[in-house]
């Protein structure tokens, strides 16, 4: 799967000659993101509020 790289991998079952493999990949696609209000709380309500479920946020700061 292309975007995607995986994290843990077993076999989660073997039955009539049938396996079955669980896997859990993450999404290795960024997008830049950012929020601004009047304080750090509100700051990081709006940073966090558009970020759909399931998905993580990462702080990442660069200094040239």
Same mark, same amino acid.
């Given at each position: 799967?292309?975007?995607y +790289?995986l994290? &843990? ?8 000659? &049938?396996?079955?493999?669980? @896997?859990? @990949?993450r999404? $290795? !696609?960024?997008? *830049?993101? +950012? !929020?601004?209000g %009047?304080? =750090?709380?509100?700051?990081? %309500? !709006?940073? =966090? %509020?558009?970020?759909? *479920?399931?998905?993580? $946020? %990462?702080? !990442? =700061?660069?200094? *040239?």
């Open positions: 799967m292309d975007g +790289e994290v &843990q991998a077993g076999t989660t079952s073997i039955t009539g000659g &049938q396996i079955t493999i669980h @896997a859990i @990949a999404a $290795v !696609a960024t997008c *830049d993101h +950012e !929020a601004t %009047q304080n =750090r709380d509100a700051s990081m %309500q !709006a940073f =966090r %509020q558009p970020v759909p *479920d399931g998905w993580q $946020v %990462q702080y !990442a =700061r660069t200094v *040239d």
